[in-house]
């Protein structure tokens, strides 16, 4: 009897963190927005948002960060589990952004050519001014190990505004979440595709013995937005592709089944041993991002409701060309999701 045990925890897996990262790229968190002018409007992330990061979360998290910068990421559960608990004031840091690039108004500070350095820095010290010494500890490191990134970004990209620009004052969001952003909005706007591998063990995984390593690259296909509006506003989760290299330690196949039948059609003179093993395991997948509309919004109350489309994940099983798995313009051919091989034209 063949065991494919290997192969089924690696699948297995592959299915549970598709789970995930669907739930990942659905998130939606509503934020009031409180400006003068403004009624029944918020600010809608579309993110992580989550209560709290396990280990495997965070070298999930991590790998696919880094992938996205092209370069190893090394935050922390605790440093994970601070920035999914924290929380920035969106109008503090706008502020002061202003101030310290001495720009005249909020429209220049959202159009203004910045660092990423220069914006968790600034993140960085509103947490502290705030006291949340947790927060601003995770922004540190996450600085220190981007740091060196040449490009700027503008601030105003994340944001698609149905109010006016001064209806961000008074918004709060979530600091893994716009971390997050940040570094999706670098990456779509300089890093073409992965040119380095993260590799994750397959016990930080929790996949145990079966599972030597996994090497994830990931690519953004869209840049983040945080959008903002009343009633009927629509928002999405930028799609993810991501290519995954399981190493299944070379497990032997248990192949005397197929022994006792080979040896019953050469004759009982012969005696024959088959052997195989499982090697290297591709999967390529495609995350579209997960859409919503807004169907209540009623500060007056408190009730923000919005109905949510989760994403739609392609599946591609073999060898896969990393040249053509991240062409931004190269498109998956659907028959060939379950098992197949990525297109070649």
Do not use: K
Request: glycine content about 12%; aromatic content about 2%; proline content about 3%.
């Amino acid at each position: 009897m063949l065991d494919l045990s290997p192969r089924r925890t690696t699948v297995t897996w592959l299915i549970g963190m598709l789970s995930a990262l669907l739930a990942l790229n659905l998130s939606a968190a509503p934020v009031p927005l409180l400006a003068q002018g403004t009624t029944n409007q918020v600010c809608v992330s579309v993110g992580a948002n989550l209560a709290s990061v396990d280990a495997g979360q965070a070298a999930l998290l991590d790998g696919i960060l880094g992938s996205l910068l092209n370069r190893d990421l090394n935050l922390s559960v605790n440093d994970l589990n601070a920035l999914a608990q924290g929380q920035l004031d969106l109008g503090d840091l706008l502020d002061t952004l202003q101030i310290q690039n001495g720009l005249p108004d909020l429209a220049s500070t959202l159009g203004a050519d910045l660092s990423l350095d220069a914006v968790l820095a600034t993140a960085l010290a509103g947490a502290e001014s705030s006291g949340n010494a947790s927060v601003a500890g995770a922004l540190g490191t996450l600085r220190q190990q981007v740091g060196g990134l040449a490009g700027m970004i503008q601030i105003g990209d994340l944001f698609a505004l149905d109010t006016p620009a001064g209806a961000l004052i008074d918004g709060q969001l979530n600091a893994l979440d716009l971390a997050t952003a940040l570094v999706e909005l670098y990456s779509f706007n300089y890093v073409a595709g992965p040119t380095l591998a993260m590799s994750i063990a397959g016990n930080d995984l929790g996949l145990g013995s079966s599972v030597g390593t996994v090497e994830l690259m990931a690519q953004l296909l869209a840049p983040p937005q945080i959008v903002s509006g009343a009633t009927g506003l629509t928002f999405a989760a930028p799609p993810l592709r991501l290519l995954v290299h399981s190493n299944l330690l070379n497990t032997a196949l248990d192949l005397s089944v197929l022994d006792g039948l080979l040896e019953g059609a050469l004759g009982l003179v012969i005696d024959v041993e088959v052997a195989a093993q499982l090697g290297d395991l591709s999967l390529l997948t495609d995350i579209a991002g997960g859409a919503g509309v807004l169907s209540t919004v009623n500060l007056a109350s408190g009730v923000v409701q919005a109905q949510v489309t989760p994403g739609i994940a392609a599946l591609y099983l073999g060898e896969v060309a990393s040249s053509l798995a991240f062409d931004r313009n190269h498109n998956c051919r659907p028959a060939m999701s379950a098992l197949g091989q990525w297109a070649n034209s």
